[in-house]
């Protein structure tokens, strides 16, 4: 059965928080624990009593026993119970878990860099179809977002039938597939609701655990047999293909545990009642708990506080806090004030026009948990027209070096020369899929004409064909290091008719900062410095990526907080970024 419900969002800016008055009454307390019915108990008694014998038999055989909780293979208390399983069992109803690597563990860096909400995730197991298809959702990513039923609206924009704005949904990060930000998101309400006859769109999950529409669950709440606080709205699930949950089991990306409902209704319950509270901690805590339960204790401590850690809170600050409807207006005021008061608000920029990422206060930073690799970036602006404006990161080099060899005709013998190719940003010249864009900024270059001038008359930056560039090296007129060639493109495209959009939106929204003339050739020089990027060049080129861009700072612009937690973090992350795709390990 498939949920995939015919709704969007009218806004988020009609979210309100969620108030101690409309908190849950009913769900949590509806499981009876009277009632064994649910075979995954029988089987775990199994499972856990063999695991007992073989530790046993274990400490006989060394003479030693442990009690501690941490280093057993399943827990059972008080008909609670949690076990990991062999990793090949999934089935619905099975749990994925999220398993921490240590912090200099890089073989997933790149969760931590554009899925932080997989760290430290529980995942229910709603399909699953052996090589073809398995979906679940995230059980421990609560928000403090309630929606009505006025929020939503059918995909033809009409409003919801016999909608209430008494109806409360709380609304949960289900994950990113039809998510919160799709136009047509899916919604699944969760609940624990006794069986009823009227409830024929409800599918069983596994024992009190249910999951139904939107539609399914405002049918129970008009009819009297439900409250809207009785179910949990998850917007967007997780999903995989064909081999893909297998192949990251087998990275060790995964535990695999099969858990009672119990256990889980009681960690929904704690998220539920502690998201205004502790929200960036709540989720947390649930799958340390299962962590625990399945004798994973010991990995806890091994990254608490770590680089994935500070980015899943960050993720939470800015995707599962939703301000009021007066912070809202606040915000969206300065936002306005910031952006009109921006001292290149209404600057001409084009091609030819150098650029840096702007200094950001100490609370925000919008390429923290994207687009890391324009934190501290230095840009080049290429082409600007109605569609699109294209540049190049400038100060990004690559593992991968530019080997230029000559024969030297005054010797007889061969010259070599390398430079490093540089990553300019994550598209391509569809029309020469092995273009390399080169620069120069050099005087003695342009009087003797070797490219042509990048832009309006006053630009520093020119252009040069490979060709020409190595003509010039050949010759002697230029050296190697004269030369900055990039490989990628940067694109910010525009609004119809272009009037809106492009970089030079960019500019005006307070991303980036055009660098003032008087410092374009300081900070091509600083950059001319750097290395073809390697484990031992990183911490150099890091460096000079740094010093280019405080060099390019304009007067009056914003001193940069480079020490507030954000910047430091935003930082890391760049690090992190460089060795996930430039650094050839």
Same mark, same amino acid.
């Given at each position: ?15 309100? +928080?969620?108030?101690?008055?409309? =908190? *849950? $009454?009913? !769900?949590?307390?509806?499981? #009876?624990?009277? /009632?064994?019915? %649910? ?95 398995? +979906?679940?959702?995230?059980?421990? =990513? *609560? $928000?403090? !977002?309630?929606?009505?039923? #006025?929020?939503? /609206?059918?995909? %033809? ?103 009672? $409902? ?320 430039l650094i050839d390990r």
């Open positions: 059965m498939s949920f995939g419900t015919p709704i969007s969002f009218i806004t988020l800016l009609q979210s309100r +928080k969620i108030g101690p008055d409309s =908190r *849950p $009454s009913l !769900l949590y307390g509806q499981v #009876d624990e009277g /009632v064994d019915d %649910d075979w995954r108990n029988f089987r775990a008694k199994l499972v856990m009593q063999e695991r007992n014998d073989n530790r046993d038999q274990d400490d006989l055989n060394t003479s030693t026993s442990t009690t501690s909780s941490e280093s057993t293979a399943g827990i059972s208390t008080s008909n609670s119970w949690a076990y990991e399983t062999d990793g090949q069992t999934i089935e619905k109803g099975s749990i994925i878990l999220s398993r921490p690597l240590p912090e200099d563990d890089d073989s997933n860096v790149e969760a931590g860099l554009f899925q932080q909400y997989f760290h430290k995730s529980i995942i229910l197991v709603l399909e699953h179809n052996d090589g073809l298809f398995t +979906k679940g959702i995230i059980l421990n =990513r *609560p $928000s403090n !977002l309630l929606l009505s039923d #006025d929020d939503f /609206v059918n995909a %033809d924009g009409t409003p919801l039938e016999e909608s209430s704005s008494y109806n409360q949904w709380k609304a949960w990060f289900g994950g990113e597939v039809n998510g919160i930000a799709d136009e047509e998101p899916e919604i699944i309400c969760l609940h624990s609701l006794p069986d009823k006859p009227e409830d024929e769109e409800s599918e069983v999950i596994m024992k009190d655990i249910k999951i139904t529409s939107l539609e399914g669950a405002r049918s129970l709440v008009k009819d009297g047999h439900a409250k809207a606080t009785d179910f949990l709205t998850f917007i967007g699930y997780c999903g995989w293909d064909r081999s893909q949950l297998s192949d990251e089991i087998s990275n060790n990306n995964w535990y695999i545990v099969a858990a009672d $409902s119990k256990t889980l209704l009681n960690e929904l319950k704690n998220n539920d009642v502690n998201v205004n509270d502790d929200i960036l901690n709540t989720g947390i805590e649930s799958w340390s708990v299962l962590m625990k339960m399945i004798g994973r204790g010991d990995e806890i401590v091994q990254i608490e506080d770590s680089f994935d850690d500070l980015m899943l809170k960050e993720w939470t600050k800015e995707r599962l806090i939703f301000p009021s409807d007066e912070e809202e207006g606040d915000k969206l005021d300065g936002f306005i004030q910031k952006a009109t008061s921006s001292r290149d608000f209404g600057t001409e920029v084009g091609v030819g026009t150098m650029l840096r990422s702007s200094s950001f206060a100490s609370s925000y930073n919008p390429f923290l948990l994207s687009d890391q690799e324009y934190h501290q970036s230095t840009l080049l602006i290429i082409q600007d027209d109605e569609e699109m404006s294209v540049g190049v990161i400038l100060n990004l080099p690559s593992a991968s070096a530019i080997a230029l060899e000559f024969e030297d005709t005054k010797t007889g013998g061969e010259s070599s020369h390398v430079i490093p190719m540089r990553y300019g940003g994550r598209y391509s010249d569809a029309s020469d899929d092995d273009s390399l864009l080169w620069f120069h900024c050099n005087d003695d270059l342009k009087r003797k004409k070797v490219g042509s001038r990048l832009g309006p008359d006053g630009s520093f930056i020119w252009t040069v064909t490979p060709e020409d560039a190595a003509n010039a090296i050949a010759t002697g007129v230029a050296r190697a290091e004269d030369f900055i060639a990039v490989s990628g493109l940067s694109v910010w495209e525009k609004a119809i008719g272009g009037l809106a959009g492009g970089i030079k939106g960019e500019v005006n929204n307070n991303l980036f900062e055009v660098v003032d003339k008087e410092s374009v050739e300081c900070v091509w020089d600083i950059l001319l410095q750097q290395e073809v990027m390697t484990k031992k060049t990183a911490a150099e080129n890091l460096s000079l990526i740094n010093t280019a861009w405080c060099e390019g700072a304009p007067e009056d612009s914003m001193q940069p907080s480079l020490d507030a937690p954000v910047n430091r973090l935003a930082f890391r992350a760049l690090q992190k970024w460089i060795s996930a795709f």
